[in-house]
Antibody, heavy 120, light 108 residues
Framework: EAQLVESGGGLVQPGGSLRLSCAAS????????MHWVRQAPGKGLVWVSR????????SYADSVKGRFTISRDNAKNTMYLQMNSLRAEDTAVYYC?????????????WGQGTMVTVSS | EIVLTQSPGTLSLSPGERATLSCRAS???????LAWYQQKPGQAPRLLIY???SRATGIPDRFSGSGSGTDFTLTISRLEPEDFAVYYC?????????FGQGTQLEIK
């Protein structure tokens, strides 16, 4: 059974940095594209970033471009999101999700999320 | 960027009734890349429908999706108590992979 477990969230001051991790198990991690999606308290889902299966291609939402970096280590079955220059508006639950051509690149399965709070 | 607009914002229905949720795109979306998700409080979203009309693994057949171009619909034929939740549509074909703002399905 597929499992995605996010970690690395917490309280950080504006301008600070955090690195989120998404540990995968129960499926062939290297076959899936991976995404980060965030949800501010009481708000809707917002896509953040995507990485393809071998890490050679990435994309970002305009709101995080130049500040966030997505990466993956297929040997460790883990994806990362390095978040720099954090702002109050980055406060949200961050979910990782997996996608493959089998389901037309829809987000098949999601982790339970990790909370990031940016506040002084 | 493709903007997805869901309607209504809130839908109040009773168990056993039929629910029809709409998702309209600002430009044409390939039906291959339109998905629907369900999210309950405190939980991660769950994939319901992909490719506009294909049910994900384990999703009951009371959930169905339809549509093409700029207009898509999620229908729940007979509401069960566990169906009351927030529903999101998403286009997953072109970055940024945008979501609609959600429809809250509440018990009347």
């Amino acid at each position: 059974e597929a499992q995605l477990v996010e970690s690395g969230g917490g309280l950080v001051q504006p301008g600070g940095s955090l690195r989120l991790s998404c540990a995968a198990s129960g499926f062939t991690f290297s076959s899936y594209w991976m995404h980060w999606v965030r949800q501010a308290p009481g708000k809707g889902l917002v896509w953040v970033s995507r990485i393809n299966n071998d890490g050679s291609s990435t994309s970002y939402a305009d709101s995080v471009k130049g500040r966030f970096t997505i990466s993956r280590d297929n040997a460790k079955n883990t994806m990362y999101l390095q978040m720099n220059s954090l702002r109050a508006e980055d406060t949200a639950v961050y979910y990782c999700a997996m996608a493959t051509v089998t389901t037309r690149w829809a987000f098949d399965f999601w982790g339970q999320g990790t909370m990031v709070t940016v506040s002084s | 960027e493709i903007v997805l607009t869901q309607s209504p914002g809130t839908l109040s229905l009773s168990p056993g009734e039929r629910a029809t949720l709409s998702c309209r795109a600002s430009q044409s979306v390939s039906s291959s890349y339109l998905a629907w998700y369900q999210q309950k409080p405190g939980q991660a979203p769950r994939l319901l429908i992909y490719g506009a009309s294909s049910r994900a693994t384990g999703i009951p057949d009371r959930f169905s999706g339809s549509g093409s171009g700029t207009d898509f619909t999620l229908t729940i034929s007979r509401l069960e108590p566990e169906d009351f939740a927030v529903y999101y549509c998403q286009q997953c074909g072109i970055s940024p992979y945008t979501f609609g703002q959600g429809t809250q399905l509440e018990i009347k």
